[in-house]
């Protein structure tokens, strides 16, 4: 229990951390096992994600002693939710507890690393440890309890499925190349009806697992008797730890705590802290619950064991499986969350809640908290001490339902509990409830409707009631938190429609003469969509036998970092040791989307103790606003989220209490502009129009036969890299001079902001950076800003700043993708070809230009796609709006923008009853030919991916499967969808694609690589290592590359647009060329000399064994004003095609199959590049499908955290995942390569008009032949309206005008 603190004296918290005995006699109540871990012990291997429970990346795992059973129980634990003071007596084991590559790594941590496993490598430490700790429980784990506990790690780099491979090498039945269970290697399979053109060499293998060690489970660490001793002890007390705000007290037996329950009613009773028949004890977490129900099912006749059925549904998918192991049923029951997934079945259920306290004991039922008519509640002092879930009858059904943005891990959008009792031999009702989640404050319950339907016959007319009753009776108001009123209204529906006919079928199984089987198209109605492992094949090119086996240019070479990412040895920004005299810096944003700051108050957040002082603009000696991007605002706001002021302080929770107790008055201004509408009413624009043409558009207008117009709208994206924002400066005290280390994508660009606010010439910034726990274009422009302000802080205070945004405050004040509206104009014949094409973009840039110039001129020069259209014109313009500024992201705007095109070819396709395959080949550009803006070039590859696509995936072979499908199944549907891709690389100046590099060779042969590049998880630096040894014909581990910085490299450009390898590796090519020249007349001499026995003696000689290396760009340009150029080095091509299955009663979606055709040309580490590619693809899929950002419509943003903003997890990737190299020769960039960085993203909208294929066809079969439009993402909310049916049909609507909705689109 936990309560305000009052006495000095505190017990001593003993625990073991990794076999070390840990005694602790100040342990603070407020503080998590992660701070502990990270602060105290500075064991960083454990990563600071969310802080929230919701991303996996601080897993550990927490074993402790059960004196009754006499077990050791180990469970999976987010770190960020343990407080410390829960651990007294426990063993914790982090990711450096397992293995180290200083000693010896543990097979978990080198099969995710040598599976390719890890990219950025910020959340591997979390995967490892999910994964020891499943294997320390089952040393031969399923796949399925693999899927399970991976299901609380959210990785934003890998899209998973080398991750899942690495667990599957533990895994009993399974090898990891293995198709459809079958244990027998696809490959070598004969009859596979996978394909292998084997024509062209290709390879699959992008590792060798004979190189694995083997896993020994008796070879893990004991558990520490100590503390065995202490969990047997008799004599436990009390104990007590006092922290400077809050007391935490635990009681040794259950009197000890309701004596204190009695004393102190309302201090938490911490549990899991999450919040943050059978009888099972409330202390039990989730994940003993499911294990305790999974045994009784096994034991018991199924039809009494239904409501434990139904529990376990969701105990599979509710949370994750560390919050799982965390919650506790108690807990969970007596928080009362709107949310619970367990609650409304248990109501259901008739659970009945043991309670307990000083008084004595009493029973109420669950139902009782939830329905007003029978209103219980908690009293003072009072506990749940355990729940009993009854055996249901043969007559009685129960049924558990939730649909969330994603499969797992995931709040529902609405939920549902509902049992059914009939009069024993008949279907007439004796008994109902009906619970629903999310619909209200609690759980809440449809009483009123059940109890006027005991008595009825279950049937169609029952079904209609009910549906109209619950309508009646539970209001969501249209303002209601969360939005989505309509589509909760038809869930709440849909659901009972799910439940009326699984309750059918049971009575038809139970009296078939009676009661008629339900119709067979209804039975897709009940089909759930399972979790898979996935499965799937990589295939690329084979190296050249005859390639020297020195030089590792072309190999599946694993992550220069891989195995420090899985040891948690790599080190991040704030993983780097405290420095003497650090202060922490908390922000203090804006509330206001436009508004005057009338006053700033910061007296009450001096007084905070620890707190040295309060930045503001005043403070600035330089330029605070720079190149328009302002650091703190200053007399106005012009959006919330934007940085006001900043306090340092000795801790940060000093500094954060401090920023709570500063006080802004604002007197809002008008205008405040939220969404592209508002812009475009206000003519609110940055930059100029941008603009391409060719042909006669409006001409051409006049004589096609049909003519469409339309909109579409894509949602932002956050960024969501693993690592917030992040950085450390370091004043040096001398000359001015500040040294920054942060995750970075442009180190210089954060060099000449930090230079301009500090006015100081750039030579006295030092921006260093080592690795960035992921980027996707999120930390091009952004660190630049918040170096500044975190500079400022450095310069007043004269002190080491350290700068670590909360993941809440990362996403409100660094934004994201640029949401988008297109609208379209097009111009046809009426056998689908295109003749015009009018194109207008509007992007919401937010307050700043940041780089949304750029984003504009990428969309607007990427709009035709692949599509030769004779008369097109683009038109794109950035609109300046009161959110805060948007930015880069992977692909730079173009996934947005073509999202629109391939929308309008689909919209084609619908108008001319053709399917939109033929729409777009028949468009395609098909021979040499130029582009829009008159850049030549060649689609052949185009061509070639576009087909192998088609015919290796069997694109139309199961197009006919799934019509034959879609014919027998009226409530689900499936949909295909196949979209070819003509992607740039690179940016539209020469200078931008200028790189530097600089080399040096020590005295002992080792050399020391730098480059102007950033490592950000893309592999960069493994693939400069293969450069450098190709060139230097060395191996590659006589090569480091420890840092990227501008001391060593000044002016780089940004690392961004798939160009950092192209570049870089140019520029190490040419310095490692200089060294080899210089070294030539020595290689001659003694040609059959060592590499150190040449250096040596060019020591000796006076041969320079340092050289900067340089490439000079590519000679791109774009005439704007004359409306052409050639803007981009080279084209990527590719082809992706996805199957997905609907559901459309709730809107869930299942993705089954991808394949990806793509344009890789030549290599460098096909391992890397097919981890971007599969990685972008998944990310691209996030962003069209649930990544969802709200807004209020005063510009607010919602989504703050993983709770409420959904990447994909393991579950949405594809069940079966194909992805081929299509080979390609590519002279312009080194090695003949091309840059694959981004290329991924758009192949994601397969997923998409997969959906919006399966969309139609359901409501082509439900008579609705006018058009529809998708906007991105399609959310379940998105895929279910569309689907009208009598459901969808008898919700009451709002009027628009009545009310202002609680969120809105900003697009
Ligand atoms: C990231 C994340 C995702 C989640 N996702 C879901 C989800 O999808 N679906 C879902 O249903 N839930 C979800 N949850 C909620 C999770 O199930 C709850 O955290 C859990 O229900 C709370 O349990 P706890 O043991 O941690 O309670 P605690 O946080 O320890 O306590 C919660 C409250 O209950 C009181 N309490 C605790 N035990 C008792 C007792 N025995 N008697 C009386 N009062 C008691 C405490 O005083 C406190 O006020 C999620 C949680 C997190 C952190
Ligand atoms: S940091 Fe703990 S779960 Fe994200
Ligand atoms: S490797 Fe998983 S988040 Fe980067």
Redesign the pocket.
């Known amino acids: 229990m936990t309560m305000p603190s009052t006495s000095p004296q505190s017990d001593h918290l003993i625990f073991f951390v990794n076999g070390k005995k840990v005694v602790e006699r100040h342990a603070d109540p407020e503080v998590t096992l992660l701070f502990y871990l990270r602060k105290v012990l500075c064991l960083t291997g454990t990563k600071y994600g969310c802080g929230?429970?919701?991303c996996g990346a601080c897993t550990v795992m927490i074993s402790k002693y059960n004196p009754v059973t006499k077990k050791i129980h180990h469970y999976s634990a987010t770190a960020c939710?343990v407080p410390l003071c829960s651990l007294h007596g426990a063993a914790v084991t982090t990711v450096e507890g397992i293995g180290s590559i200083k000693t010896r790594i543990h097979p978990v941590q080198e099969r995710l690393a040598k599976c390719h496993g890890t990219q950025c490598g910020f959340c591997s430490p979390g995967m490892v440890m999910s994964i020891y700790t499943l294997l320390r429980n089952y040393p031969d784990p399923t796949t399925e309890q693999l899927m399970e506990t991976l299901s609380g790690n959210l990785c934003r780099c890998t899209g998973y499925r080398p991750i899942v491979e690495s667990g599957k090498t533990f895994c009993e039945e399974s090898t990891v190349c293995q198709l459809q269970g079958t244990g027998k290697c696809c490959m070598d399979q004969e009859e596979s009806q996978f394909y292998l053109d084997k024509k062209e060499k290709m390879c699959t293998k992008l590792y060798d697992e004979s190189e694995f060690r083997p896993f020994d489970p008796s070879q893990e660490p004991i558990f520490p008797p100590e503390l065995i001793r202490m969990a047997k002890d008799p004599q436990k007390k009390t104990l007590m730890f006092c922290g400077d705000r809050v007391m935490w007290l635990s009681p040794a037996n259950m009197s000890e705590l309701l004596e204190l329950r009695m004393k102190y009613p309302t201090a938490?009773?911490?549990?899991?802290?999450?919040?943050?028949g059978v009888t099972i004890g409330?202390?039990c977490?989730?994940a003993e619950m499911k294990e305790i129900l999974t045994s009784v099912v096994s034991n018991e006749p199924k039809e009494k064991t239904k409501t434990y059925r139904a529990l376990l549904k969701?105990l599979r998918?509710?949370?994750?499986q560390q919050?799982r192991n965390?919650?506790?049923l108690?807990?969970?029951v007596?928080?009362k969350?709107d949310?619970?997934?367990?609650n409304p079945i248990l109501a259901a259920g008739k659970a009945i809640l043991n309670l307990i306290s000083k008084e004595g004991k009493r029973q109420i039922l669950i139902e009782q908290l939830f329905t007003p008519s029978l209103k219980e509640e908690?009293h003072d002092g009072?506990?749940?001490?355990s729940v009993v879930i009854p055996k249901l009858h043969r007559w009685d059904f129960i049924t558990a339902q939730r649909q969330?943005q994603r499969l797992e891990?995931?709040?529902?959008i609405v939920n549902a509990g509902m049992r059914v009792q009939f009069r024993e031999g008949t279907n007439s009702i004796k008994d109902l409830k009906m619970f629903f989640g999310r619909v209200g404050p609690t759980t809440v319950s449809a009483s009123k409707t059940c109890e006027q339907l005991i008595g009825r016959q279950w049937n169609d007319e029952m079904l209609s009631k009910a549906c109209r009753l619950v309508l009646d009776e539970i209001h969501i108001p249209p303002t209601a938190v969360g939005g989505m009123m309509e589509y909760k209204r038809t869930l709440m529906i849909s659901f009972i429609f799910k439940f009326y006919l699984k309750v059918q079928r049971e009575l038809h199984k139970l009296d078939p003469k009676m009661y008629p089987e339900i119709p067979e198209t209804s039975i897709s109605a009940l089909e759930e969509f399972p979790i898979k492992t996935p499965q799937g094949i990589q295939m690329f090119q084979c190296v050249d036998p005859h390639q020297s086996p020195q030089d590792p240019v072309g190999h599946p070479v694993m992550h220069q970092s891989g195995l420090k990412h899985a040891t948690g040895e790599a080190v991040y920004n704030d993983d780097i040791p405290r420095v003497d005299e650090e202060l922490l810096l908390a922000v203090v944003t804006s509330t206001r989307a436009h508004a005057k700051i009338l006053s700033i108050d910061v007296s009450e957040a001096l007084e905070i103790p620890g707190v040295v002082d309060v930045i503001t603009a005043k403070d600035v000696p330089g330029e605070n606003n720079h190149e328009g991007e302002i650091f703190y605002a200053e007399n106005e706001v012009i959006c919330v989220g934007q940085i006001v002021c900043t306090v340092a302080a000795d801790t940060y929770a000093h500094a954060k209490q401090a920023a709570e107790k500063v006080k802004i008055t604002y007197e809002d201004m008008e205008p405040r502009i939220i969404t592209i509408e508002d812009a475009i009413n206000h003519n609110s624009f940055f930059f100029k129009e941008k603009k391409i043409e060719k042909g006669n558009v409006d001409k051409v207008f006049q004589y096609v036969d049909e003519i469409i117009e339309g909109e579409v709208r894509v949602e932002g994206q956050e960024h969501f890299y693993m690592e917030t924002q992040t950085i450390l400066v370091h004043p040096t005290g001398e000359d001015k001079e500040m040294v920054i280390h942060t995750g970075m994508q442009h180190p210089t660009y954060v060099q000449s902001f930090i230079a301009a606010a500090l006015d100081v010439p750039r030579s006295r910034i030092m921006c260093h950076m080592k690795r960035a726990g992921g980027a996707f274009g999120g930390k091009v422009t952004k660190p630049a800003v918040l170096g500044a302000v975190a500079a400022v802080a450095a310069h007043k205070t004269g002190h080491p700043i350290r700068f670590c945004l909360e993941r809440g405050d990362d996403m409100l004040i660094t934004a994201g993708r640029h949401p988008l509206l297109a609208k379209y104009k097009i111009g046809f014949m009426k056998n689908g070809l295109i003749k015009a094409v009018d194109l207008q973009y509007y992007i919401n840039a937010g307050c700043t230009p940041d780089e949304s110039e750029m984003v504009i001129e990428f969309i607007v020069l990427k709009s035709e796609n692949a599509y030769d259209i004779p008369n097109f014109r683009c038109r794109g313009r950035a609109c300046k709006t009161n959110l805060p500024s948007n930015t880069a992201f992977r692909g730079f705007g173009y996934p947005q923008g073509t999202l629109a095109v391939e929308n309008y070819i689909t919209a084609v396709a619908f108008h001319c009853g053709l399917p939109p395959e033929k729409v777009r080949d028949m468009n395609m550009y098909k021979t040499v030919n130029k582009t829009a803006y008159k850049e030549p070039f060649n689609p052949e590859l185009l061509r070639k991916c576009w087909k192998e696509c088609l015919e290796k995936s069997s694109f139309q072979s199961r197009k006919t499967v799934i019509e034959e499908f879609n014919r027998k199944n009226y409530w689900k549907k499936k949909g295909i969808a196949v979209i070819p891709m003509k992607f740039t690389i690179g940016g539209l100046v020469a200078y931008e694609s200028q790189a530097a590099s600089l080399v040096h060779i020590y005295q002992d042969g080792s050399v020391l690589l730098t480059h102007g590049g950033c490592e950000l998880g893309q592999g960069l630096y493994t693939k400069m290592i293969q450069v450098a040894s190709r060139e230097l014909k060395i191996p590659s581990s006589y090569i480091h590359l420890s840092e990227t910085s501008t001391t060593t490299v000044p002016n780089a450009r940004y690392t961004a647009g798939s160009m950092a390898t192209d570049i870089n590796g140019r520029a190490v090519q040419n310095a490692c060329q200089i060294l080899l020249k210089r070294l030539e007349p020595i290689i001659r001499k003694n040609p059959k000399g060592k590499w150190e026995e040449w250096i040596s003696q060019a020591f000796m000689e006076s041969i320079s064994l340092s050289a900067t290396g340089y490439f000079k760009g590519y000679q791109t340009y774009m005439d704007w004003e004359k409306e052409e150029g050639n803007p981009y080095p080279y084209f990527v091509y590719g082809a992706a095609c996805s199957e997905v299955e609907i559901d459309c009663l709730t809107g869930a979606h299942k993705l089954l199959r991808t394949d990806i055709f793509m344009d890789a040309a030549f290599s460098i580490n096909p391992a890397i590049d097919m981890g971007q590619i599969e990685g972008a693809f998944i990310q691209g899929m996030g962003l069209y499908t649930i990544e969802e950002l709200k807004y209020s419509p005063e510009g607010v943003l919602y989504s703050r955290g993983?709770?409420d903003y959904k990447i994909p997890t393991v579950s949405e990737i594809p069940e079966e995942f194909y992805v081929t190299f299509v080979r390609s020769r590519n002279p312009i960039a080194i090695y003949s390569s091309k840059g694959l960085g981004e290329a991924g993203m758009f192949m994601g909208s397969s997923v998409f008009f997969a959906i919006t294929d399966a969309v139609t066809a359901a409501r082509r079969e439900r008579g609705l032949a006018e058009p529809f439009t998708l906007n991105s993402p399609a959310t379940p909310e998105m895929i279910r309206m569309p689907c009208m049916d009598q459901f969808t049909e008898q919700i009451p609507r709002d009027d628009l005008s009545t009310f202002k909705p609680w969120s809105i689109h900003v697009s």
């Open positions: 929230t429970g919701g939710l938490p009773l911490v549990m899991g802290n999450t919040t943050v409330a202390g977490t989730l969701h998918t509710l949370a994750g919050i965390m919650a506790t108690g807990g969970h007596a928080s969350h949310y619970s997934d367990i908690l009072e506990i749940i001490y969330a891990n995931a709040f529902a993983p709770e």
